[in-house]
């Protein structure tokens, strides 16, 4: 039961660098979501997917770049990290839109120096 | 912006009966209520959904009135471990763009 599983989990970047976060579910699911969290500011939709080749933007999409390849894997893109991009990263996906129950992984710590 | 605001923070004792309420003046036809709890360092996870009336599961109830514009999430005699936020957002059809507001933060002390 692996539900929705993030990589990593842990990552210190010098600004300017780049990384991928990967993020993958084994339910099948054809939404998939990338949010932010920083303290006192709750969750903040960086990008989503509605399905395996599209991507739309979310509340906060600058900065990042997303691609979804295959339906299983949702892929977040930092091209030129930024401190203001240190911040607990959060997948999710569901089995449509709404309603319907989110399932999140366990975040990924992302520090940039 | 959330489509939906809540109470920055609440405090309970162990025992109680807790209610936090969430304003969605502008729900729409189509759009259910769920909720979200999250402990420090984890994702969140799903407590309840409802579109109108009373939910009751093992966990929680969700009281949705006839005009749908608030909700309350009833959490019965907390306990120390419901020590967490809890997010109410309001979603339906098929659009993706799931926004979080901030959340309340029950602290639940002895």
């Known amino acids: 039961n692996a539900g929705v599983t993030q990589t990593p989990k842990f990552r210190v970047l010098k600004t300017g660098q780049s990384m991928t976060l990967l993020c993958a579910q084994d339910?099948?699911?054809?939404?998939m979501y990338w949010y932010r969290q920083d303290p006192g500011m709750g969750l903040r939709l960086i990008h989503y997917s509605v399905g395996e080749g599209t991507t739309a933007k979310g509340e906060v999409p600058d900065g990042y770049n997303v691609s979804r390849l295959k339906k299983q894997n949702f892929l977040l893109g930092l091209e030129s990290a930024a401190p203001s991009q240190t911040s607990v990263y959060f997948c999710?996906?569901?089995?449509?839109?709404?309603?319907?129950?989110?399932?999140f992984g366990e975040g990924s710590r992302l520090t940039v120096l | 912006l959330a489509k939906t605001t809540q109470p920055i923070s609440m405090d309970s004792y162990e025992g109680q009966e807790v209610n936090i309420t969430c304003s969605h003046n502008n729900i729409a036809t189509n759009d259910y209520i769920t909720w979200y709890q999250q402990f420090p360092s984890q994702g969140p996870r799903f407590i309840i959904q409802g579109y109108k009336t009373k939910v009751t599961n093992e966990v929680a109830s969700l009281f949705i009135p006839a005009d749908r514009k608030s909700s309350t999430l009833s959490l019965p005699r907390v306990s120390l471990s419901d020590t967490a936020v809890y997010y109410c957002l309001e979603y339906g059809g098929s659009q993706g763009n799931l926004i979080f507001g901030k959340g309340t933060k029950l602290s639940v002390k002895p």
């Open positions: 999710a996906s569901s089995l449509a839109g709404g309603p319907g129950e989110l399932f």
């Open positions: 339910m099948n699911h054809e939404y």
